[in-house]
């Protein structure tokens, strides 16, 4: 019987009622790992609960194969799996993402591969390091590493191949490596080695307060609107009061 998005949760009372006369089922999957971004999930949670026993048989998984090649850190990852298919939920979703230390995992549909990576860029700036992993196991296998930036120019709609992606993707993006709070902190105890500012910073909240106090025509991290402003913003003003310091101390 065939079990997919659309029919996954009718199947559920059938599935649980040969299940529990006794009868073995197979959930199989002609492309990935059932239940990873593949259905299944909503009947295996079913069956757990019905108290049914649920066996897994191991096989090939895309992120697991992609992550293990990838050249990212692979200690610690996590899975997203598809991101929404518009380019407003997609920013959103990045968003909350911008923060994760360890190394995220995506699947990209081959044709939407080119706006995934500009919503990255927006949101994320192009400097993590990003791997399409392409073609998994086959003949045209491919993994293509650089900046995000650079990625984006290599598959994006105008890219250097006019947007043009064959094969089953997995994008594989570096997590978050820049603390804002620090960034503000070493902002702060630049100004502090003027007479712009003479309290050293206490907390992130205080750093903040005396980096705006000590250079006010500074960028203001507050008013970026991505992680990538505020990484950008931070990053401007660190570079303004390590220069206002520098020029002081020649005073």
Request: with cysteine; hydrophobic share 45%; charged share 15%.
């Amino acid at each position: 019987m065939s079990c997919h998005q659309h029919n996954e949760r009718q199947r559920q009372e059938l599935v649980l009622r040969r299940l529990q006369a006794g009868e073995s089922i197979a959930l199989v999957s002609d492309a990935g790992m059932p239940a990873i971004s593949d259905p299944g999930t909503q009947l295996v949670a079913a069956a757990v609960a019905a108290g049914c026993k649920v066996v897994p048989v191991p096989g090939p998984c895309a992120a697991i194969t992609a992550l293990a090649a990838c050249g990212l850190p692979t200690d610690s990852f996590h899975f997203v799996g598809f991101l929404p298919p518009k380019s407003h939920g997609r920013c959103q979703a990045l968003q909350q993402l911008a923060s994760i230390s360890a190394t995220l995992v995506f699947y990209a549909p081959p044709h939407g591969l080119g706006p995934i990576l500009a919503d990255m860029v927006a949101v994320l700036g192009g400097s993590r390091r990003a791997v399409v992993a392409r073609e998994l196991t086959k003949l045209h296998e491919e993994f293509y590493r650089g900046p995000l930036a650079d990625v984006l120019d290599e598959f994006g709609a105008s890219g250097r191949r006019n947007g043009v992606v064959k094969g089953e993707v997995v994008l594989l993006l570096e997590g978050c490596t820049t603390d804002p709070n620090a960034l503000l902190l070493a902002a702060a105890a630049a100004a502090s080695s003027s007479d712009i500012s003479t309290a050293a910073p206490s907390s992130s909240a205080d750093a903040s307060t005396a980096a705006a106090a000590a250079m006010p025509h500074a960028a203001d991290p507050a008013a970026a609107s991505t992680p990538a402003d505020v990484d950008q913003a931070l990053r401007q003003l660190l570079r303004q009061q390590l220069a206002a310091g520098t020029a002081m101390m020649a005073s």
